[in-house]
Protein backbone atom coordinates (compact mmCIF):
# COMPACT_ATOMS: atom_id res chain seq x y z
CA UNK A 1 0.00 0.00 0.00
CA UNK A 2 2.91 2.34 0.76
CA UNK A 3 4.37 1.78 -2.35
CA UNK A 4 1.07 2.24 -4.74
CA UNK A 5 0.17 5.85 -2.31
CA UNK A 6 3.50 7.10 -3.18
CA UNK A 7 2.82 5.91 -6.68
CA UNK A 8 -0.04 8.07 -6.84
CA UNK A 9 1.51 10.96 -5.42
CA UNK A 10 3.91 11.30 -7.65
CA UNK A 11 1.31 10.64 -10.84
CA UNK A 12 -0.75 13.29 -9.60
CA UNK A 13 1.78 15.84 -9.52
CA UNK A 14 2.99 14.73 -12.93
CA UNK A 15 -0.25 15.40 -14.14
CA UNK A 16 -0.52 18.84 -12.51
CA UNK A 17 2.48 19.80 -14.16
CA UNK A 18 2.28 17.95 -17.85
CA UNK A 19 -1.65 18.65 -18.58
CA UNK A 20 -1.10 22.10 -18.76
CA UNK A 21 1.83 21.97 -20.74
CA UNK A 22 0.33 19.79 -23.13
CA UNK A 23 -2.59 21.73 -23.50
CA UNK A 24 -0.44 24.56 -24.31
CA UNK A 25 1.54 22.79 -26.61
CA UNK A 26 -1.51 21.85 -28.82
CA UNK A 27 -3.19 25.10 -28.67
CA UNK A 28 -4.62 26.73 -31.83
CA UNK A 29 -2.85 29.69 -30.27
CA UNK A 30 0.37 27.92 -31.30
CA UNK A 31 -0.21 27.99 -35.03
CA UNK A 32 2.02 29.95 -37.00
CA UNK A 33 4.25 30.69 -34.16
CA UNK A 34 7.79 30.45 -34.81
CA UNK A 35 10.00 27.96 -32.55
CA UNK A 36 11.38 30.35 -30.46
CA UNK A 37 8.13 32.30 -29.25
CA UNK A 38 6.64 28.46 -28.57
CA UNK A 39 9.52 27.92 -26.43
CA UNK A 40 9.04 30.74 -24.78
CA UNK A 41 5.64 30.12 -24.89
CA UNK A 42 5.96 26.78 -22.67
CA UNK A 43 9.10 27.25 -20.80
CA UNK A 44 6.61 29.67 -18.73
CA UNK A 45 4.15 27.06 -18.75
CA UNK A 46 6.83 24.64 -16.92
CA UNK A 47 7.94 27.68 -14.78
CA UNK A 48 4.72 27.26 -13.60
CA UNK A 49 4.86 23.63 -12.50
CA UNK A 50 7.84 23.91 -11.45
CA UNK A 51 6.14 26.91 -8.59
CA UNK A 52 4.13 24.02 -7.53
CA UNK A 53 7.42 21.23 -7.11
CA UNK A 54 9.35 23.31 -5.34
CA UNK A 55 6.95 23.72 -1.82
CA UNK A 56 6.65 20.14 -2.19
CA UNK A 57 10.16 19.30 -2.06
CA UNK A 58 10.74 21.94 0.92
CA UNK A 59 8.28 20.55 2.62
CA UNK A 60 9.35 16.66 2.27
CA UNK A 61 6.28 15.86 0.85
CA UNK A 62 7.44 13.41 -2.14
CA UNK A 63 7.92 10.05 -1.35
CA UNK A 64 11.28 9.56 -1.64
CA UNK A 65 12.72 13.21 -1.67
CA UNK A 66 11.98 14.05 2.03
CA UNK A 67 15.50 15.42 4.57
CA UNK A 68 18.68 15.96 2.66
CA UNK A 69 17.73 14.71 -0.74
CA UNK A 70 14.54 16.56 -1.14
CA UNK A 71 16.74 19.69 -0.19
CA UNK A 72 19.39 18.98 -2.83
CA UNK A 73 17.12 18.51 -5.37
CA UNK A 74 14.46 21.72 -4.34
CA UNK A 75 18.20 23.42 -5.06
CA UNK A 76 18.52 21.56 -8.39
CA UNK A 77 14.69 22.44 -9.52
CA UNK A 78 15.31 26.30 -7.93
CA UNK A 79 18.21 26.35 -10.92
CA UNK A 80 15.17 24.83 -13.64
CA UNK A 81 12.84 27.95 -12.47
CA UNK A 82 15.28 30.30 -12.62
CA UNK A 83 16.73 28.98 -16.21
CA UNK A 84 12.90 28.25 -17.30
CA UNK A 85 11.93 32.12 -16.58
CA UNK A 86 15.50 33.63 -18.45
CA UNK A 87 14.18 31.07 -21.19
CA UNK A 88 10.60 32.85 -21.48
CA UNK A 89 11.59 36.45 -21.00
CA UNK A 90 14.01 36.05 -23.14
CA UNK A 91 12.07 33.85 -26.14
CA UNK A 92 9.80 36.95 -25.85
CA UNK A 93 12.34 39.21 -25.97
CA UNK A 94 13.48 38.20 -29.30
CA UNK A 95 10.02 37.84 -30.26
CA UNK A 96 8.89 40.89 -29.43
CA UNK A 97 11.53 43.39 -28.06
CA UNK A 98 9.03 46.39 -27.36
CA UNK A 99 6.12 44.33 -24.89
CA UNK A 100 9.31 42.99 -22.93
CA UNK A 101 10.77 46.61 -22.84
CA UNK A 102 6.65 47.98 -21.42
CA UNK A 103 6.77 45.06 -19.14
CA UNK A 104 9.82 45.39 -17.54
CA UNK A 105 9.75 49.59 -16.89
CA UNK A 106 6.19 48.59 -16.04
CA UNK A 107 4.63 50.79 -18.70
CA UNK A 108 2.35 47.62 -20.15
CA UNK A 109 -1.08 48.35 -21.52
CA UNK A 110 -1.30 44.52 -19.99
CA UNK A 111 -2.23 43.91 -16.37
CA UNK A 112 -0.54 40.83 -16.52
CA UNK A 113 2.86 42.13 -17.37
CA UNK A 114 3.40 43.92 -14.05
CA UNK A 115 2.81 40.70 -12.17
CA UNK A 116 5.30 38.82 -14.15
CA UNK A 117 7.86 41.12 -14.03
CA UNK A 118 7.24 41.48 -9.92
CA UNK A 119 7.46 38.11 -9.71
CA UNK A 120 10.63 37.13 -11.95
CA UNK A 121 12.49 39.22 -9.99
CA UNK A 122 11.78 38.24 -6.38
CA UNK A 123 12.53 34.70 -8.03
CA UNK A 124 15.96 35.84 -8.73
CA UNK A 125 16.38 37.26 -5.26
CA UNK A 126 15.22 34.03 -3.62
CA UNK A 127 17.43 32.39 -5.50
CA UNK A 128 20.52 34.68 -5.23
CA UNK A 129 19.89 34.34 -1.39
CA UNK A 130 20.11 30.58 -2.02
CA UNK A 131 23.27 30.87 -3.26
CA UNK A 132 25.24 33.49 -1.13
CA UNK A 133 23.97 31.90 1.90
CA UNK A 134 26.71 30.03 2.77
CA UNK A 135 29.40 32.05 1.49
CA UNK A 136 28.12 34.92 3.05
CA UNK A 137 26.88 33.09 6.36
CA UNK A 138 23.94 34.36 6.72
CA UNK A 139 22.24 33.52 10.07
CA UNK A 140 18.98 31.31 9.59
CA UNK A 141 17.21 33.43 11.57
CA UNK A 142 17.33 36.03 8.93
CA UNK A 143 18.19 34.12 5.84
CA UNK A 144 14.65 31.69 6.24
CA UNK A 145 11.68 34.52 6.56
CA UNK A 146 13.65 36.45 3.67
CA UNK A 147 13.43 33.84 1.59
CA UNK A 148 10.19 32.75 2.33
CA UNK A 149 9.01 36.48 1.70
CA UNK A 150 10.52 36.58 -1.58
CA UNK A 151 8.94 32.95 -2.47
CA UNK A 152 5.44 33.95 -1.16
CA UNK A 153 5.75 36.90 -3.21
CA UNK A 154 7.22 35.23 -6.18
CA UNK A 155 4.20 32.37 -6.14
CA UNK A 156 1.50 35.17 -5.85
CA UNK A 157 2.85 37.06 -8.56
CA UNK A 158 3.18 34.59 -10.71
CA UNK A 159 -0.53 33.18 -10.34
CA UNK A 160 -1.91 36.28 -10.66
CA UNK A 161 0.04 36.59 -13.80
CA UNK A 162 -1.04 33.26 -15.64
CA UNK A 163 -4.95 33.91 -14.28
CA UNK A 164 -5.05 37.15 -16.07
CA UNK A 165 -3.75 35.97 -19.36
CA UNK A 166 -5.85 34.57 -21.92
CA UNK A 167 -3.52 32.51 -24.03
CA UNK A 168 -2.50 28.73 -24.13
CA UNK A 169 -3.09 27.09 -21.23
CA UNK A 170 -6.52 25.53 -20.71
CA UNK A 171 -8.52 27.55 -18.04
CA UNK A 172 -9.18 24.74 -16.07
CA UNK A 173 -5.77 23.24 -15.59
CA UNK A 174 -4.32 26.59 -15.13
CA UNK A 175 -6.82 27.02 -12.35
CA UNK A 176 -5.89 23.90 -11.01
CA UNK A 177 -2.02 24.04 -11.32
CA UNK A 178 -2.09 28.04 -9.50
CA UNK A 179 -4.53 26.32 -6.88
CA UNK A 180 -2.30 23.55 -5.94
CA UNK A 181 0.79 26.23 -6.14
CA UNK A 182 -0.70 28.68 -3.56
CA UNK A 183 -2.16 25.53 -1.03
CA UNK A 184 1.78 23.89 -0.97
CA UNK A 185 3.55 27.19 -0.60
CA UNK A 186 0.86 27.71 2.28
CA UNK A 187 1.16 24.58 3.51
CA UNK A 188 4.93 24.28 3.33
CA UNK A 189 5.39 27.78 5.05
CA UNK A 190 3.20 26.74 7.92
CA UNK A 191 5.34 23.38 8.07
CA UNK A 192 8.49 24.82 8.31
CA UNK A 193 7.72 27.89 10.37
CA UNK A 194 9.09 30.67 8.01
CA UNK A 195 8.37 33.04 10.34
CA UNK A 196 9.39 31.55 13.76
CA UNK A 197 12.98 33.32 13.89
CA UNK A 198 11.19 36.94 13.69
CA UNK A 199 8.70 35.80 16.39
CA UNK A 200 11.15 34.79 18.69
CA UNK A 201 13.11 38.07 18.16
CA UNK A 202 9.90 40.06 19.15
CA UNK A 203 8.86 37.97 22.25
Do not use: N
Amino acid sequence: MPRIGAMLAWAAVAAAVMLPLGIAAASPLMAWRGPVYIAACLAGVAALGLILVQPLLAGGYLPGLAGVRGRRVHRGVGLALVAAIVLHVGGLWLTSPPDVIDALTFTSPTPFSAWGVVAMWTLFGAALLAVLRRPLRIAPRLWRPAHSALVAVTVAGSVVHALLIEGTMGPLSKTLLCALAVAATLKALRDLRAWSPLLRRRA
